[in-house]
C-alpha cells in the first residue's frame, strides 16, 4: 500500500516536472528534486525487498510479487511514455500555430500580380476576380477590394494639375485617373513613389492631391513604404502622391535616350534625366512623339545606379568626345512643366560611344550606357526594307491586268479612281463589315456622337428589315459617304478611340498598317 502511494506520488512529482521543462520555466533546483526523487524510489525499493525476504511468504508468493513489480514498473514505463506522447503533441500543436499565424500574415502580405489589357489612349483595364490585394505589373498600382470588380485606370500628366501643388508640397509620384464599376467595393489603393527614402524619410509628410468635383484637395495618407503610399478610397477621380520635407529630396532616377532620325550620316540624340515616374516618362514620350522631328527610342537600361537628388549639379560626357548641349545641369523634378529639359549629343560621324551621368560633387558615375550602331542601324534597316517592299508591290501592281489592279487596290487600299485619278485610301465594304460585326448594342449612339449621323439616318437605316448587322453596316457607309475621300481608317480610328472596344481599335490599327 505504501509503495502504491508513493509510486503515485512519485507519478504526479514527475508529470509536474515534465510539463514545466516544456513550457521552459524549470529552474534548476526542480532538476536536483527530480533527481532526489528518483533516488528515494530505489532505496524505498530496495528497503521492501529485504523485508519480503525476512517475511514468511512462499516463493509462489515471491515469484507472484516479483511478477507485479515488473507489471507495475512497465505500467509505470508505459504511462510515462504516454504522458510524453500525450504532452509532446500541444507543444508542437503551439509552434505549428505560430507557423500557420505567421503564414497568414506573410500570405495577408502578398499581392497577386496581375497584368491589364491595355485600352485605347493609354488606358488599363483589370477584371479582379474576388477579394483580395492586386498589384499591377505595368504600372505598380495596388487595389484592395472586397470581391470582384473591373477597374480602369490611366496614367495622366502632373503639368494639368500643376497650379494646385503649391509649396511646400512636391509631386512624389506619378498620378493616376482610376475608375472601378461599384467605387464601395475598391477600398484602397496604394501609389508607387519616386523617392529613395533609406535614412531620409524621418522629416517627410506623406500625402495625396485628390482633384474632386467640388475642387483639389490635399487627403492623408493612411501609410507608406519605401515603394509606395497608401490611401483609403473616398472617392473616384485624379489622385496622385505628393510629399512635404525640409530635407533634401533624393529620387530613383531614369535616364531615357532617342535618336533623331533623317537622311543624314552625323548622329544626334535626345537624353531625359527624368525621376523614374510614370508621369515624367509619359510626359517626355509625348514631346517627342509630337516634335517637328522623327525619332526613335534607344533601348538601354534607364534605372540609376544611384540616387539623383534635387539641386545637385550633374555632367554628362561621351567617350569618344561628342558635342553635349548643356554640358552640366541641375537637376530638378520637372514633373510639374509642361515643358520637359533634355541633353543634345551631336556626333559628326556615326560610331561606338560611351555616355555616363557624372555627379559633379562626388565625381561617382549616376549612369552609363554603351551605344552600338546596332542600337540604331536595325531601324533603318527595317525601314528600308519596308521601302523596298512597298516599290515592289507597285512595281507588281502595275504589271498586272487592269481587272486586277482595280481588285487589288479594292481590297487592300479602297481607292476610288471615279474620275481616273487615285484618291485617298478609303475603308472597303468588307472592312466595314469586319467592324460592324464587332460593334456592340451602343452602335446608335456611336453614330450620333462620334460619326455625327442624325436620328433620321438611323430611322433611315431601320427602315428595312435586316439583320442587325447590316444596319451597323449600313451606319458605316453612311458615314463614308458623307467623308467622301476622308472615309479612311485613320479618320475611322481618330473618330472611333475613346468610345469603342479595344478590340475594334485593333482591327482599325491593324487596317492602318496595310496603307
Same mark, same amino acid.
Given at each position: ?73 512497465? /505500467? ?13 503533441? =500541444? ?46 505589373? %505595368? +504600372? ?10 473591373? &477597374? ?10 500643376? $497650379? ?44 495625396? =492631391? ?15 513604404? !519605401?515603394?509606395? %503610399? ?5 472617392? =473616384? ?5 505628393? /510629399? ?30 527624368? +525621376?523614374?515616374?510614370?508621369?515624367? &516618362?509619359?510626359? *517626355? ?12 527610342? /534607344? ?54 560611344? +560611351? ?9 561617382? *558615375? ?10 540604331? &542601324? ?12 512597298? *516599290? ?24 476610288? /479612281?471615279? $474620275?481616273?485619278?487615285?484618291?485617298? +485610301?478609303? =475603308? ?10 464587332? !460593334? ?20 433611315? &437605316? ?12 449600313? !451606319? ?40
Amino acid at each position: 500500500m505504501d509503495f502504491n502511494c508513493l509510486y503515485v506520488f512519485e507519478n504526479v512529482i514527475h508529470s509536474f516536472i515534465f510539463l514545466v521543462k516544456h513550457i521552459c520555466l524549470i529552474p534548476c533546483c526542480i532538476s536536483f528534486s527530480k533527481v532526489e526523487s528518483y533516488g528515494t524510489r530505489e532505496d524505498d525499493s530496495a528497503q521492501e525487498g529485504k523485508s519480503g525476504d525476512d517475511s514468511s511468504e512462499n516463493n509462489s508468493e515471491s515469484s507472484s510479487e516479483s511478477e507485479s513489480d515488473t507489471e507495475e514498473t512497465d /505500467i509505470r514505463k508505459s504511462d510515462e511514455e504516454l504522458e510524453k506522447n500525450e504532452l509532446l503533441p =500541444l507543444v508542437e500543436s503551439e509552434a505549428n500555430s505560430q507557423f500557420r499565424c505567421e503564414h497568414v500574415k506573410t500570405e495577408h502580405n502578398q499581392k497577386e500580380q496581375v497584368t491589364p489589357r491595355r485600352l485605347s489612349r493609354g488606358q488599363f483595364w483589370l477584371k479582379l476576380e474576388a477579394e483580395g490585394t492586386y498589384q499591377c505589373t %505595368v +504600372t505598380g498600382l495596388i487595389f484592395d477590394v472586397t470581391k470582384a470588380a473591373v &477597374i480602369k485606370y490611366s496614367v495622366l500628366s502632373w503639368s494639368k494639375y500643376a $497650379d494646385y501643388v503649391k509649396k511646400p508640397w512636391m509631386v512624389g509620384g506619378p498620378i493616376f485617373d482610376v475608375s472601378c464599376d461599384s467605387a464601395s467595393v475598391l477600398t484602397s489603393i496604394q501609389f508607387p513613389h519616386s523617392l529613395s527614402l533609406n535614412d531620409h524619410e524621418s522629416g517627410m509628410t506623406f500625402k495625396v =492631391l485628390h482633384i474632386k468635383s467640388t475642387g483639389p484637395a490635399i487627403e492623408p495618407s493612411v501609410d507608406h513604404s !519605401m515603394t509606395h %503610399v497608401k490611401w483609403h478610397v473616398s472617392s =473616384l477621380s485624379p489622385v496622385g502622391p505628393v /510629399i512635404q520635407t525640409q530635407e533634401p529630396v533624393h529620387y530613383d532616377g531614369a535616364v531615357i535616350l532617342y535618336k533623331v532620325v533623317n537622311n543624314h550620316p552625323s548622329l544626334s540624340f535626345r537624353v531625359y534625366v527624368a +525621376t523614374n515616374n510614370d508621369s515624367f &516618362i509619359k510626359d *517626355i514620350s509625348k514631346a517627342v512623339k509630337y516634335s517637328d522631328k522623327k525619332f526613335i527610342k /534607344i533601348d538601354k537600361p534607364p534605372v540609376c545606379q544611384k540616387r539623383l537628388q534635387d539641386g545637385k549639379r550633374y555632367r554628362l560626357i561621351s567617350e569618344p568626345e561628342a558635342e553635349i548641349t548643356p554640358e552640366e545641369i541641375e537637376f530638378v523634378d520637372g514633373s510639374l512643366l509642361k515643358l520637359k529639359s533634355y541633353i543634345e549629343v551631336y556626333m559628326e560621324q556615326p560610331m561606338e560611344f +560611351t555616355l555616363s551621368l557624372i555627379e559633379l560633387e562626388s565625381e561617382e *558615375i549616376v549612369w552609363k550606357a554603351k551605344l552600338r550602331e546596332c542600337d540604331w &542601324i536595325l531601324h533603318d534597316q527595317n525601314k528600308n526594307e519596308q521601302k523596298r517592299n512597298t *516599290i515592289s508591290n507597285r512595281r507588281r501592281k502595275s504589271s498586272n491586268s487592269l481587272f486586277g489592279e482595280e481588285f487589288y487596290n479594292k481590297r487592300l487600299k479602297g481607292s476610288d /479612281i471615279s $474620275d481616273g485619278t487615285k484618291a485617298k +485610301t478609303t =475603308l472597303t465594304d468588307q472592312q466595314l463589315m469586319t467592324l460592324a460585326k464587332k !460593334m456592340g448594342k451602343d452602335w446608335k449612339e456611336i453614330a450620333i456622337e462620334c460619326l455625327k449621323l442624325e436620328m433620321k439616318d438611323i430611322h433611315q &437605316i431601320q427602315a428595312k428589315e435586316e439583320e442587325v448587322n447590316v444596319y451597323k453596316f449600313m !451606319m458605316l457607309s453612311k458615314w463614308r459617304e458623307g467623308e467622301l475621300s476622308n472615309g479612311t481608317a485613320q479618320n475611322l480610328y481618330d473618330s472611333l478611340k475613346d468610345h469603342v472596344s479595344y478590340e475594334i481599335i485593333q482591327i482599325l490599327e491593324g487596317f492602318l498598317e496595310q496603307t
